[in-house]
């Protein structure tokens, strides 16, 4: 039997790992160490791809907003 060799791009290298630690996250609830320094290196995180909770929206949405203060300038936050 032959085999073949196909050289995946970076991108897509990078998207098959994501969906393997993705799994193995849903499965266990924890990532490897070494899973764990990739996510770092491009920024993300397998919570990332949940869902948002309905009662994370709810609360948002009865938040008391009576209590912002609006600002004019950035500076005017530190003062």
């Known amino acids: 039997m032959k085999r073949y060799t196909v050289a995946l791009p970076d991108d897509l290298k990078k998207e ?11 499965r266990n609830n924890t990532i490897s160490k070494s899973d764990a320094s990739f996510c770092e290196s491009i920024d993300w995180h397998p919570v990332d791809e949940l869902p948002v909770k309905e009662e994370v929206v709810d609360r948002i949405k009865s938040e008391d907003k009576s209590s ?12």
């Open 16 to 26: 098959i790992r994501k969906r393997k630690i993705f799994e193995t996250y849903i």
């Open 68 to 79: 912002r203060v609006k600002v004019n300038d950035v500076a005017d936050i530190f003062r």
